[in-house]
C-alpha cells in the first residue's frame, strides 16, 4: 500500500510538474507573442512617421518652389516695369534735348536777324561792368570824409600841385566832384575829380565811415575803426547801428 501511495504521489507529482511546464510556456508565448506585436506597432509607427515626414519634406520643398516662382514673376514683372520706366525716361530726355536745341537754335538766327554777335555783347557787358565800376568809384565822394589827393597835376585855382596833401571834402556839388578844404592853411580847392582822390584811413578806435566794399547794406553807415592788416588791405570795422563787425578794403 506504501509502495502505492508513493507510486501514486510520484505520478501526481509529475503531473503538476508537466502542467506547471506547460503553463511557464504558454506564458513565455504569451509574453514572446505581445513583444511581438509591440515591435510591429512600433515598427509601423515609426514607418508611418517617416512617411510623413518625406511627406511634409515633399510638400515644403513644393511650397518653396511655388515661393520661388511667383517671386521670379514678380522680379521678372519688376524688371520689365523698370526698363519700361527708363525707356519713357530717355525719350523725355530725348525730348528735353530736341527742345532745347531747337530753342537755342531759334535764340541763334533771331540775334543774327537782328545783327548782334556774342562778342558785341561781351564787348558791351564788359564796357557797362566798366562803366559800373567807374560810377561806383565816383560815387563814394561824400561830405565831411577826410581825404588826401594824389595826383601831381595842377588843380585848383590858382593851379598848382597838391600830392600827398589832405583835407576834409566840404561840398559835393556834382557826381564824382568833390571841393575840398585843405589841412595845410585852408585853403579851399574845388573841382576835384573822385580819380585825383583817395580816402585817409584813420588809426584803430577812430570813427569811420564805410564808403566802398562790405556790401551794399553797410555803404554809407559809420562805425567804429578796430583794426587795420596793411598786408591784406583790409580793415575791421564795427557798426555803431548794430555793433555787427564787418571787413572792408583800405580802398
Given at each position: 500500500?506504501?509502495?502505492?501511495?508513493?507510486?501514486?504521489?510520484?505520478?501526481?507529482?509529475?503531473?503538476?510538474?508537466?502542467?506547471?511546464?506547460?503553463?511557464?510556456?504558454?506564458?513565455?508565448?504569451?509574453?514572446?507573442?505581445?513583444?511581438?506585436?509591440?515591435?510591429?506597432?512600433?515598427?509601423?509607427?515609426s514607418r508611418n512617421r517617416d512617411q510623413n515626414g518625406r511627406e511634409r519634406r515633399r510638400n515644403e520643398e513644393r511650397e518653396k518652389y511655388r515661393g520661388k516662382e511667383k517671386y521670379q514673376e514678380k522680379d521678372k514683372y519688376r524688371h520689365q516695369k523698370g526698363d519700361r520706366e527708363k525707356a519713357k525716361d530717355g525719350d523725355r530726355e530725348r525730348d528735353k534735348d530736341s527742345t532745347r536745341d531747337r530753342d537755342r537754335d531759334r535764340d541763334r538766327s533771331r540775334r543774327?536777324?537782328?545783327?548782334?554777335?556774342?562778342?558785341?555783347?561781351?564787348?558791351?557787358?564788359?564796357?557797362?561792368?566798366?562803366?559800373?565800376?567807374?560810377?561806383?568809384?565816383?560815387?563814394?565822394?561824400?561830405?565831411?570824409?577826410?581825404?588826401?589827393?594824389?595826383?601831381?597835376?595842377?588843380?585848383?585855382?590858382?593851379?598848382?600841385?597838391?600830392?600827398?596833401?589832405?583835407?576834409?571834402?566840404?561840398?559835393?556839388?556834382?557826381?564824382?566832384?568833390?571841393?575840398?578844404?585843405?589841412?595845410?592853411?585852408?585853403?579851399?580847392?574845388?573841382?576835384?575829380?573822385?580819380?585825383?582822390?583817395?580816402?585817409?584811413?584813420?588809426?584803430?578806435?577812430?570813427?569811420?565811415?564805410?564808403?566802398?566794399?562790405?556790401?551794399?547794406?553797410?555803404?554809407?553807415?559809420?562805425?567804429?575803426?578796430?583794426?587795420?592788416?596793411?598786408?591784406?588791405?583790409?580793415?575791421?570795422?564795427?557798426?555803431?547801428?548794430?555793433?555787427?563787425?564787418?571787413?572792408?578794403?583800405?580802398?
Amino acid at each position: 500500500a506504501l509502495k502505492e501511495a508513493e507510486e501514486i504521489l510520484a505520478g501526481e507529482k509529475k503531473v503538476g510538474m508537466k502542467e506547471r511546464d506547460n503553463d511557464g510556456r504558454k506564458r513565455r508565448e504569451k509574453e514572446n507573442s505581445a513583444s511581438r506585436e509591440k515591435d510591429l506597432e512600433r515598427n509601423v509607427r515609426s514607418r508611418n512617421r517617416d512617411q510623413n515626414g518625406r511627406e511634409r519634406r515633399r510638400n515644403e520643398e513644393r511650397e518653396k518652389y511655388r515661393g520661388k516662382e511667383k517671386y521670379q514673376e514678380k522680379d521678372k514683372y519688376r524688371h520689365q516695369k523698370g526698363d519700361r520706366e527708363k525707356a519713357k525716361d530717355g525719350d523725355r530726355e530725348r525730348d528735353k534735348d530736341s527742345t532745347r536745341d531747337r530753342d537755342r537754335d531759334r535764340d541763334r538766327s533771331r540775334r543774327n536777324e537782328r545783327g548782334i554777335d556774342m562778342d558785341d555783347q561781351r564787348k558791351r557787358h564788359k564796357g557797362g561792368r566798366r562803366r559800373e565800376e567807374d560810377r561806383r568809384r565816383r560815387d563814394w565822394l561824400v561830405p565831411n570824409i577826410r581825404v588826401r589827393i594824389v595826383t601831381s597835376r595842377t588843380i585848383g585855382r590858382p593851379g598848382r600841385s597838391h600830392r600827398g596833401r589832405t583835407g576834409v571834402v566840404i561840398d559835393v556839388p556834382s557826381r564824382g566832384i568833390a571841393t575840398i578844404r585843405m589841412d595845410d592853411g585852408g585853403r579851399v580847392v574845388e573841382n576835384v575829380p573822385a580819380e585825383y582822390l583817395e580816402s585817409v584811413v584813420p588809426g584803430n578806435g577812430v570813427a569811420v565811415m564805410i564808403l566802398l566794399g562790405g556790401g551794399s547794406a553797410v555803404v554809407g553807415k559809420v562805425g567804429r575803426l578796430m583794426e587795420r592788416d596793411a598786408e591784406r588791405g583790409t580793415t575791421v570795422i564795427q557798426l555803431v547801428e548794430d555793433g555787427d563787425v564787418v571787413t572792408c578794403d583800405h580802398e
